[in-house]
């Protein structure tokens, strides 16, 4: 009888093995162990390891059972992975066209100067045969009360062997500041255009400008005053010169970190109606490469007969920023 009695205890001793994980609370109340519960459900068990150390610090002699269940109800989190190494920057930073090689070359060349280098080209072959070429440079100078802007321009293109687009100019843009929201500026520029409304035109005019706008975010100029342009036709005439009114609006948009939009308006009216519009769209690629588009769109009233009256030009380049 009493081997019996003891294979029965024995038999069910073994049978609660499973069960004693769960046991372990039994030196915890029903109330405590309630708390621990509803602290591990509520807003993601954020509040679970004060409560802890609350009922611990209230029942020292119960510690080790109550931060044995606790850590049944609600185990430690698993260590996060390490994060993945950072990819290699797309520019070298030893390289020109990083942001610190680019500025070595600004203190070399020209120092004092903010210098921009677009270049663009379009080449196919097949059933149409092109070549286009575009390159243009800015240089900038803010050496106070004077900023003075240099800009040149060449575009080249051929289709199917036959020449149908050669621009090319240079002009020059000096600012006085007379106090923080006004400056009389001068304006001087050379354009030619073998396949436009003009062949070859000089533009001279000086005004008055007021700053609208002129924080980090935006900027906005506007100007007015007398010019004057010395135009030629054609390859074979003669220069006319014709004086007239010009207006101009100069807007710029620092969108974000990376990318700026700008917008340039010129109108002269007179004997001549001439206006020109100008926007670019520049994003930041890496280091001092940055993409741009442009669209440029230029209206001539007294064009030729055989020449249109508007031109639009459309521009995909790199710019390279020093």
């Known amino acids: 009888m009493k081997n019996r009695l003891s294979k029965v205890a024995l038999g ?87 942001d610190s090689g680019a500025e070595r070359l600004s203190q070399a060349f020209l120092p004092g100067w903010e210098k921009e280098i677009e270049l663009t080209g379009v080449f196919t072959t097949g059933n149409t045969d092109q070549k286009s070429f575009g390159a243009a440079t800015k240089f900038f100078r803010d050496a106070d009360p004077f900023q003075q ?30 106090n923080d929201i006004s400056y009389v500026t001068g304006f001087a520029s050379f354009e030619g255009d073998s396949f436009g409304a003009f062949n070859r035109r000089f533009t001279l005019n000086a005004g008055y ?71 670019d769209y520049t994003l930041q690629v890496s280091g001092a490469l940055s993409g741009k588009l442009s669209f440029d769109v230029l209206y001539n009233r007294d064009a030729p007969i055989d020449r249109k009256k508007t031109d639009t030009i459309t521009r995909v380049g790199i710019l390279y920023d020093f």
Request: charge should be negative.
């Open 12 to 98: 069910a001793g073994l049978l609660c093995l499973p069960l004693l994980p769960t046991a372990l609370h039994a030196e915890v109340t029903p109330e405590q162990f309630n708390l621990l519960m509803v602290a591990s459900q509520k807003d993601g068990g954020k509040d679970f390891a004060t409560l802890v150390e609350l009922l611990v610090a209230a029942n020292p002699d119960d510690e080790a059972e109550i931060r044995e269940v606790a850590a049944q109800i609600m185990p430690e989190p698993a260590p996060e992975p390490e994060p993945e190494p950072a990819p290699p920057p797309i520019v070298d930073e030893d390289s020109i066209f990083s």
């Open 149 to 178: 802007t240099i800009t040149t321009y060449f575009d080249f293109n051929t289709s199917n062997g036959v020449t149908n687009k050669r621009r090319y100019g240079v002009a020059l843009k000096n600012d006085y500041s007379v």
């Open 209 to 279: 400008g007021l700053r609208v706008f002129d924080n980090d975010e935006y900027k906005w100029s506007v100007e007015a005053g007398p010019a004057m342009l010395l135009t030629k036709p054609a390859a074979v005439e003669d220069y006319e010169t014709d004086i007239t009114a010009y207006a101009s609006s100069l807007f710029s948009w620092n969108i974000n970190d990376r990318s700026d939009l700008e917008n340039e308006t010129k109108i002269f009216v007179g004997n001549k109606v001439v206006i020109e519009n100008k926007t």
